[in-house]
């Protein structure tokens, strides 16, 4: 049976970034410049992309404007007929290089921060000066006409000025702000125990939050990510395995989710051989997880299995060793401990920096 | 606002955001140029189909209110 078509397209246009944060999702090994997909593939990708029927492309990185083709890529995509996401975090992109996007069509941008405090954010950034950059990116994309949606990933470092991090992009002129508590995937994994924050803290986040929303309704939308921690039910990841959505590595692998090669059992498909549609249809990572047909007992016959799909699978495999497990995020999970104790490789306070030839040294999240 | 020829429809989209239009917001949102006012839209809405302009103000008005409260339109 042909699946029906997805909606999103997340390209992962490289790995490089000039930030080195903690709580990256990228994999601990990280693709070089030397290894990534050239411009004119791209170009097919977001051709192919459309024709498939994806309305939206996440044009995202690590840093996507570390790529020098970034302005092309941005107009491939829109004359492809996608809406154009730019997500940055703003570091190394210069004003007229902005300018340009907007003229090449670019739809939106999401700006992410660290933090409102710049010593704090520089340091979470691993690199002075990332704060005040990101600040006047967020000055030009409004004066660009552009609509801006602040993305600040939580952690235990800045869950106490959530509240303040709303208000500062209320005043950069955001139209959308995300607060998203981290997701432990790759170099978040990593450093899971030092990122963490306490159960307090995280249970009062929720209350923050809603007060901003009811606050600021009609000034700004505020998205929230809940964390998986003390969550009753898992998140719906992904929409659903191959339901709504393909992320491509900077390398040309098809992914269903962007943490998917941290599962070893799973064969990936890249887009130098096949097409976006071949992928979509016929290539067995996607297919191993899609619909509902592969799960176990509690999923299998749960009521909400076609709300959360079990959840998240490369979570279900990192903390209980079985991708194919219900996601531990759920109360209903045999493996539930294991979401709030991490195994012992990941019991590190000693945050690590992104960088590259870290994976050789690590025990987790090799390709 | 696009076309989504996949799936047969018009879309609304914003990041993370796929609104499906029914053919009156299709209609209302053709219109919104950034040049025209709400006055001059609603008179051609109720001109090319002939109906009531204080109703058409009306819908008009809900379907750009409910808009701009999820900013994804500026008024």
Known sequence: MRPPPPIGLLAELTHRCPLRCPYCSNPVDLARRSAELDTDTWRRVFREAADLGILHVHLSGGEPTARADIVELTRAATEAGLYTNLITSGVGLKQDRLEALATAGLDHLQLSVQDVLETEADRVAGRRGAHAENRSVAGWTVAAGLPLTINAVIHRGNIGR????????????????????????????????????????????????????????????????????????????????????????????????????????????????????????????????RGTEWMREPCASCPRKEVDFGGCRCQAHALTGDASNTDPACIWSPGRDAIRSAPPAHRRKQVVYRKYGQARQSPVNRR | ???????????????????????????????????????????????AFNADRMRVAADAAALLGELATKRMVEL
């Open chain 1, 162 to 289: 959530i509240e303040a991090i709303i208000d500062e992009a209320v005043a950069l002129g955001a139209r959308r702000i995300e607060i998203a508590h981290a997701q432990y995937y790759g170099w978040g994994l990593l450093n899971r125990a030092a990122l963490l924050p306490e159960r307090e803290e995280t249970l009062l986040a929720r209350t923050v939050v809603e007060r901003a929303q009811a606050r600021l309704e009609g000034a700004i939308v505020i998205d929230y990510v809940a964390p998986d921690q003390f969550a009753r039910h898992p998140k719906p990841c992904m929409s659903g395995w191959g339901r709504r959505f393909i992320v491509v590595t900077p390398t040309g692998r098809a992914l269903p989710c962007h943490a998917a090669e941290s599962i070893p059992s799973l064969e990936f498909w890249t887009v130098r051989d096949r097409s976006l549609g071949d992928i979509w249809e016929r290539s067995p990572a996607f297919a191993a997880f």
């Open chain 2, 1 to 47: 606002m696009r076309e989504d020829p996949a799936r047969g429809r018009f879309v609304l989209l914003a990041p993370e955001r796929v609104f499906d239009t029914n053919p009156t917001a299709v209609e209302v949102l053709r219109r919104c140029d950034g040049e025209r006012t709400f006055a001059a839209i609603v008179d051609d809405l109720a001109t």
